[in-house]
């Protein structure tokens, strides 16, 4: 199935404890880039969040903003004391006062404040948490972005099979004129060699091989047999689940020689048009490709 790159999507979830907004744009890309913007207490999540927009989008610029509020009721929050880093500051803190000579008790804010005493951590189960909440509303999220990358797949789909349609049917009328091309070319091989001869002696037979083989050089069916191969693979791929961008662009790299060659071997007028209209078919088709997953 086509797939485009660029969508919009948005979810909101709010509730008495805490408040989510998702926004997601996905852009034009060669490969996956997944940029995001978390706000502070989802930072745990960076990772995870990646690894599952990285599970639904195979291509693209991923731009993702998720705002978050909350009470922090839900959170399992431990604060502990270090007591042996205490004990230690305890114990300089009265070698100190005795050296100087102070008076009086330690106040106990002094060792509270001193660096690491106090830790404050989250429990593994915070982040678990934290991901039961955002989880639901990006699923859905992404839910979004696939609906609109799919919608705008389809529509890329009939551009493009039509496009190869008319490619199909260029590729028929030079495939008639084929035969006739390489007899004409042929006689006018002959005629021009007997011209530059004049009265010279030719050997018929000699000069009918060598005018053969000049002509097959010629020949363009080797090309258009592939040419047809080529358009029906291109055709198989809009049957295919998986991300389809980057063969896409491979056989149409393909095809895209095969045209050159054919044009550049032709010497017939007619076919020559029909090679540039193709040129132009594929450079439409070239441009809608780019933005394909």
């Known amino acids: 199935m086509i797939k485009s790159m660029t969508a919009f999507a948005q979810e909101a979830t709010n509730t008495k404890d805490q408040s989510l907004t998702l926004v997601v744009r996905t852009y034009n890309s060669r490969y ?5 913007r978390l706000a502070g207490p989802l930072s745990p999540l960076e990772d995870r969040v990646k690894r599952y927009i990285a599970s639904r989008l195979s291509r693209g610029r991923v731009e993702v903003s998720i705002q978050f509020t909350g009470s922090g009721k839900n959170r399992n929050e431990i604060l ?3 007591i042996p880093l205490a004990r230690a500051y305890w114990d300089k803190l009265n070698e100190l006062k005795a050296s100087l000579g102070v008076p009086g008790p330690i106040d106990l804010n002094i060792l509270l404040g001193l660096k690491d005493v106090l830790v404050y951590q989250e429990s593994p189960s915070s982040e678990e948490s934290l991901w ?4 639901r509303p990006l699923t859905q999220l992404m ?6 990358r799919s919608a705008e797949g389809r529509h890329l789909s009939r551009d493009l099979m039509s ?12 495939s008639k004129k084929v035969p006739q091309v390489v007899r004409a070319y042929q006689l006018r091989l002959q005629k021009r060699v007997n011209e530059l001869a004049g009265e010279t002696k030719i050997d018929p037979q000699r000069l009918g091989q060598e005018v053969a083989i000049l002509a097959d050089r010629s020949d363009i069916s080797e090309e258009l047999v592939r040419l047809e191969s080529h358009l029906k693979q291109l055709k198989a791929l809009f049957r295919e689940t998986q991300p389809v961008g980057r063969k896409l662009e491979f056989l149409l790299q393909e095809i895209n020689r095969e045209i050159n060659t054919l044009g550049s071997k032709s010497m ?6 029909q090679v540039v209209a193709v040129k132009a ?3 439409k088709m070239r441009e809608q490709i780019q933005n394909i997953e």
């Open 32 to 36: 996956l880039d997944i940029n995001l």
């Open 80 to 82: 502990s004391i270090n």
């Open 132 to 135: 039961q909440s955002i989880q």
């Open 143 to 148: 839910d979004g972005v696939d609906k609109m």
């Open 163 to 174: 496009r190869i349609r008319t490619i199909e049917k260029a590729a028929a009328i030079i």
């Open 268 to 273: 017939d007028g007619s076919i020559s048009q």
């Open 281 to 283: 078919e594929l450079e």
